[in-house]
């Protein structure tokens, strides 16, 4: 991250937290919708039923590169520009430019996509212009079903798209391609067989959308019809049990609000009854900029603080309007204009801000790319490549043979941290360790797992991980946590009980024996745990073994 992007980073952090009316010096995300029409006329999309996208409204249906020009103040600050709306951002002839623009001054570009207008040529063009994130909006894992949705689509075509993506990214190395799925009542029963389909695609995670209702009648009436509440909660769990299974057979990652927690399956009930415990960040954060040159906040809200065709961008972003509009949030529930977001749970907070998310460091991996280890090295079960971590940073991993605690060195960079011996459980071959890091800056890092005086790199292994500290009083959990457990001359060790929230965990042991001693680590599995803040209680015999404050994601 350059400097300039770095400092108003920082800038929009502070003025967030503080509520300021005013912001940074510019949005951290911006949504450019380069297309304001569609090739197709899905059942649940507001564009076919919005007046506002309606010929007569004379909103333009594309966004022209004369307008595209007064989006370069922006690119100076936007961390990831995300080029799509309504509509489907492949009819825009300009696509692969404004890619090539946003990426090219230093932003990640981002878009949604129905893939039905993508073919070898032009995914390999969006690769070579930077793309870095596809998600194909795929709503049915039969055709019958996807196009019964997708009305004017062709399955074979939306999956011949996918196969390009997927093809430029192994020829070039992006974009990264996932697939994301509408839940509604006429097609969750195929969610299990869209896991098949993604890892049949070789796409790597599939995102479960909630199906939103919007003030729109005929959109209100779709939703009282598909929603997921009209299944029940018992035919929900199944499904999403069943998809859960397949998802751990295959690979693929599973995603969504849904699985995270048993919330009422219709969604918009379960967003009425929930407080989000953030404050929406859009208005700090993020612009939305329709094909007219609007400046809005977010895609759901219709405030309006000026035109880029009428001002310049700078005059706009902390200008009268938006400066009222982020007092308003200040306070409780924000305008009335936010009411879309608050009945689908769309509140959002900027993975910047709360950020878990590793892509705004770049790499520290430059030429200096370790070499792989060799086949006689520790095997790292976690963290997972380019994964998030937090402190105490947890290191789970096996080796070929027995291992020896004191063998075995953990180096975070090029420093020498702990080693299993003194921190850690070596259970057979089996290892885990928990290692607080209260000196480690955030950023990007490298973990070594290396056996004590090898030469380096033989026999070591590697994880380029992302450490962060979200803030002093809560430790990050992302994905797994290790909870040790105390040396005792009783046996066997037993297992803790691990709640979160007083939701129980499951669990499992490590043990390791030294002389007359026994202790262990309890592993607990959080990708299934709902994000947000937490209380992570450990006891055993009645007793706490811990109890920590944590941000789970
Ligand atoms: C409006 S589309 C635009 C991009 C592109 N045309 C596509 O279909 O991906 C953006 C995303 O919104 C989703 N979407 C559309 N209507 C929705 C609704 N009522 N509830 C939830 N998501 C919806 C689509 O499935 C898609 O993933
Ligand atoms: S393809 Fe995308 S924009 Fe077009 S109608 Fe479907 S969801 Fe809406």
Redesign the pocket.
Known sequence: MDEQRWNNLCATRTAYEDSTEESGTGPLEMFVEVSAQ?N?R?R????NFDRRYRPAAGRPTLFTPELFTKLTPMLRTALRCYL??????LLNPNLVDYVSACSSAGSEVWF???ATLIDQTIANRLALAGTDAI???I?GATAETYESIRRGANFERAVAGVRALIEANERFGRPSVDV?F?AMASNFKELPGMIDLCAELGVGSLHV????S?REEH?EAHYARENLGVLGPDAVDRTLDAAILRSRATGVRLTSRFVAEHVDPDYVQHSLSEQPWWRCSEPWTAVWITSAGEVRCCCLNDTSFGSLLEQPFEAIWNGDLFRDFRRAQQHGQGPSSCANCRVNGRVRCSPYLRAVEPMIYRPLLGPDIPPKPDDDAPQLEWPPPDGVVGDPLPVVGHSRARAHGHDLQVMIDHTVVTDLGRHGVVDGSRFAVSIPVPYLTEGAHMLWLRPRGALEHHGWCHRHVHFWRPDANRSLAVGLAIVPIPRTRILPLRSPTIEIDRARQPVRVLRERRGLDVHGAALVDLREASPGPKVLTARMGGKILEARRVLVR
């Open positions: 569609c197709l899905c649940m999309c507001a564009i799509f709306g309504l509509g489907e951002p949604n996509t129905n998600t194909v909006s709503d994301s509408v959308e909630p199906l939103y919007q959109l």
